[in-house]
């Protein structure tokens, strides 16, 4: 049971590049969430989703995009990449009930130079 | 969103107890989480408490909540070097879906 993946976990990226963040679950959860970690910060939702096909904006949604068709996978996308989107991504997932808290993967170090 | 404070840095030696503690601003909270963060490594689910209770232990982990006060926080008894990490306080608020509120964290440091 791998629980949630994520790739790449480290990437440097050009001002201007546009890169897609994969995560991927294998517990059958429908929740899934992208939260990004500044330094001394605590977690921003960027984008959430209750089930496949259905995506909404958390907290920090610009600058990115979300797609959600199979319950597995909701990748992250970065269309033109700032400085200010230098950070620690991570993706995670939940089944329903909220006592059971999320399930989250490794993350992602994101520069942008 | 909502305000989830906590200290920054906590340093104890190995073997006392350590206390973290948590501020939160939504009284409407349904959950209130604790999340321990190793290095390079994603946050792990430690414990969590239901509102409307004032008191959760779990082995040397004790949750003290304090609705009144909007007051959590997370007692480590017999502190070890492996407990080292970032805590992090989390509220969750709507019981229709698992939305939650992070506070900044805070980093403990265990010296031997």
């Known amino acids: 049971n791998a629980g949630v993946t994520q790739t790449p976990k480290f990437r440097i990226l050009k001002i201007g590049q546009s890169m897609t ?16 970690q500044d330094p001394g910060m605590g977690l921003k939702l960027i984008y959430y989703s209750v089930g496949a096909g259905i995506t909404d904006k958390g907290e920090v949604p610009n ?3 979300v797609s959600r068709s199979t319950t597995e996978d909701f990748p992250l996308r970065l269309e033109l990449a700032a400085p200010s989107q230098t950070s620690v ?20 170090r994101l520069t942008v130079v | 969103g909502e305000d989830v404070e906590q200290s920054l840095f906590l340093s104890v030696r190995e ?12 009284s409407s909270s349904t959950y209130l989480y604790w999340y321990k963060q190793e290095p390079g490594a994603g946050l792990q689910l430690l414990t969590y408490i239901f509102s409307n209770m004032d008191m959760k ?3 040397r982990l004790t949750v003290l909540l304090n609705k009144k006060d909007k007051h959590l926080s997370l007692r480590i008894a017999d502190t070890q070097t492996g407990d080292s990490a970032i805590y992090f306080c ?19 440091n265990v010296k031997p």
């Open chain 2, 57 to 59: 232990q779990d082995q």
């Open chain 1, 21 to 36: 963040l994969q995560c991927a679950q294998d517990m059958n959860h429908n929740y899934m969430y992208w939260y990004r």
């Open chain 1, 63 to 65: 600058g990115y995009n």
């Open chain 2, 15 to 26: 073997g006392d107890s350590s206390v973290i503690n948590c501020t939160y601003t939504d």
């Open chain 1, 89 to 108: 991504y991570f993706c995670a997932s939940s089944y329903t009930g909220q006592e059971v808290g999320y399930t989250f993967g490794s993350g992602t």
């Open chain 2, 90 to 108: 989390a509220e969750s608020i709507t019981p229709n879906f698992n939305k939650f509120y992070f506070g900044s964290g805070t980093k403990l």
